[in-house]
């Protein structure tokens, strides 16, 4: 992967449904941050993103994050990803930037151009048709929180934005504010491009391998024709672990099905994501934590990325310790505690 950055990073990305309460989330988070995880992500949904229930219960992301991080003392937190559409950016620089300041420098923010069309609609809110729209409206939501992060008077005339002598105190503790990660899904070159002009990094949430190993490839070509610094990139890949030694992958992922609420069978997303018959819809590694390792190597390390963001089910033939969590909290607490055992040892690098 050189030129670019190649020191790798490993967060976590939080699930929601059954067991996952406040104090569990806590003490998840808690014992991610004593064993070294580098952040953790929360998604930014009002309902279940569809294939999921609606009805899920999901607590509201900035609300989330700031009582995560006052619990914490190191381990970052970031949304994957938050709506540029929903959250009106002006607002959103402020609320990220007094979260920086309760945090001492820890957040990260994901911000996406949107899709599920009813989760705006069910609230009011328009949700364009036209994706060269609600690009338009990401890239000036980044140049609006930019300015308010580093201008003592922010002014900016835009199509969808306005500033007009706006203040904003106090400005966020990272400087020139909290590293902002385009997500993507899977995207030919439109939006790496505008993560590698606007952004700091580039998250990808869903894709088969061989179409996000070509996003990728473009998002460093991007990165450097923009003249970026290569030490300061970032790519991100998300993926869904489920930790077996039966060799049986279809009772693995039917476990996990009823675990987690998720069904491992869907072929398209809510977004424009379309993958192919005889593929996953997000990145998903089933076996041992030996087999897991090899996988991550190859599949997200060795294409490109340098940071990975991941979730987890143990199935119970690993005999999983939850410390008293139900359902996929304490599943999910069992997986970190493996991965940091048993497989980032062989993927860190100095």
């Known amino acids: ?70 619990n914490t003392s190191a381990i970052r937190v970031g949304s994957m990803a938050t709506p540029a559409l929903r959250r009106f950016a002006p607002l959103l620089a402020k609320t990220t930037a007094s979260l920086d300041v309760i945090s001492g420098g820890r957040v990260n923010i994901g911000l996406g151009s949107g899709d599920d069309a009813y989760q705006y609609e069910m609230i009011g809110q328009r949700f364009p048709e036209s994706g060269k729209e609600r690009r338009q ?26 500033l007009r002598d706006a203040i904003m105190s106090p400005k966020p ?17 439109l939006m790496p491009r505008m993560a590698a002009t606007y952004g700091d990094g580039l998250g990808i949430m869903w894709g088969h391998d061989p179409t996000v190993a070509q996003t990728v490839q473009v998002f460093q070509e991007e990165w450097a024709a923009a003249g970026r610094d290569p030490a300061a990139y ?7 672990i489920i930790f077996t030694n039966d060799s ?7 476990y996990a099905s009823r675990v987690t609420t998720f069904p491992f069978d869907i072929r398209q997303t809510a977004s424009p994501a379309k993958v192919p018959e005889g593929s ?71």
Not at 57 to 63: G, M, S
Not at 325 to 343: C, F, I, M, N, P
Request: aromatic share 10%.
């Open 1 to 70: 992967m050189d030129p670019v950055n190649s020191k790798r990073e490993f967060g976590l990305f939080l699930g929601y449904g059954s067991g996952f309460t406040y104090p569990a989330y806590r003490a998840i988070v808690q014992e991610a941050e004593r064993l070294g995880y580098s952040a953790v992500w929360v998604q930014d949904n009002i309902t279940g993103h569809h294939p999921i229930p609606r009805d899920i219960e999901i607590l509201d992301t900035w609300t989330f994050l700031t009582a995560l991080a006052a």
């Open 137 to 162: 409206i990401l890239r000036e939501s980044i140049e609006v929180m930019r300015l308010l992060w580093t201008e003592d008077m922010a002014n900016f005339n835009g199509e969808h934005l306005q």
């Open 173 to 189: 503790v990272q400087k020139p504010g909290p590293p902002i990660y385009i997500a993507c899904n899977t995207s030919r070159r």
């Open 234 to 240: 970032k790519a991100l890949r998300s993926t869904f």
């Open 248 to 254: 049986d992958e279809e009772k693995a992922r039917q």
């Open 280 to 350: 996953d819809a997000d990145m998903l590694v089933i076996g041992s934590p030996a087999h897991v390792a090899e996988e991550l190597e190859r599949r997200v390390f060795d294409i490109g990325f340098n940071q990975l963001m991941t979730t987890f089910v143990v199935c119970e033939d690993m005999k999983p310790e939850t410390d008293g969590l139900k359902g996929w909290a304490g599943s999910y607490l069992a997986g970190l505690r493996l991965l940091a055992d048993q497989v980032l040892p062989s993927l860190r690098r100095a």
